[in-house]
């Protein structure tokens, strides 16, 4: 299997404008998690899915954050519109079902607003 | 509100010495603890995984131990080598039937030298 996917590795966008992060998780893993990671506030958790429905999203910082999960294969991550406070590492991560199992995560998308 | 602290920002050692690394956390009860290592530019990557009724897990030169009375778990590298070099991350569960919902620290940097 090829991993979680993410698409882009980096994005460097201006203030105001639209920015839409990728993920496609594991074949077969039905929790899908997206974070955020900078120097300050390590690695949060911004919202997850399972089965495609949005399960806790408390951790999305604003309404400029928004996330989907249209099919099991695919989810988007969308800032809108971006600040350079949103400056950081998105990481999209999936497991299987059991609470106990760990997390695959992606490599991550590098996100730079100006 | 839950908080947790991995006690060092970074630490370096001899090659060959033990590394342990410290996590701490407060305010609840984690059914189980997962460790990570992160390398530069890399998502994190799954090491061990303790449960609350589970004093110590061993996995080739690594061990952690999970102490639910102090609310602490260690995390020991043995025969440190310089691949170990990386960034550990606890995590853990958020309770409360949380689904695997995680809550991170925000990790400490191993450095070994040869």
């Known amino acids: 299997d090829a991993g979680v996917i993410q698409s882009p590795r980096h994005e460097v966008t201006e203030m105001g404008q639209e920015v839409t992060l990728r993920c496609k998780p594991i074949s077969g893993h039905d929790y899908l998690f997206w974070y955020r990671q900078t120097m300050m506030r390590g690695l949060e958790l911004l919202i997850y899915?399972?089965?495609?429905?949005?399960?806790?999203d408390s951790g999305m910082p604003e309404d400029r954050f928004s996330a989907k999960m249209p099919n099991a294969s695919f989810s988007t991550l969308k800032i809108q519109p971006s600040e350079p406070r949103d400056s950081a590492v998105y990481f999209c991560?999936?497991?299987?079902?059991?609470?106990?199992?760990?997390?695959?995560f992606g490599p991550g998308t590098r996100l730079t607003v100006l | 509100s839950q908080k947790i602290e991995q006690n060092s920002e970074a630490l370096n050692i001899q090659e060959g010495k033990t590394a342990t690394l410290t996590c701490n956390y407060t305010n609840y009860s984690p059914a189980y603890l997962q460790w990570y290592r992160q390398d530069p530019g890399r998502g994190p990557v799954f090491l061990l995984l303790i449960r609350e009724n589970e004093k110590e897990k061993r996995k080739e030169r690594l061990k952690v131990t999970f102490d639910t009375t102090l609310k602490q778990s260690l995390f020991h590298i043995t025969a440190s080598q310089p691949a170990d070099s990386a960034t550990y991350l606890c995590?853990?569960?958020?309770?409360?039937?949380?689904?695997?919902?995680?809550?991170f620290g925000k990790g400490t940097k191993l450095s070994v030298k040869p």
């Open positions: 991560a999936s497991r299987t079902g059991s609470s106990y199992n760990e997390q695959f």
């Open positions: 995590a853990l569960d958020r309770g409360g039937g949380s689904q695997g919902n995680l809550i």
């Open positions: 899915f399972n089965n495609n429905v949005p399960i806790d």
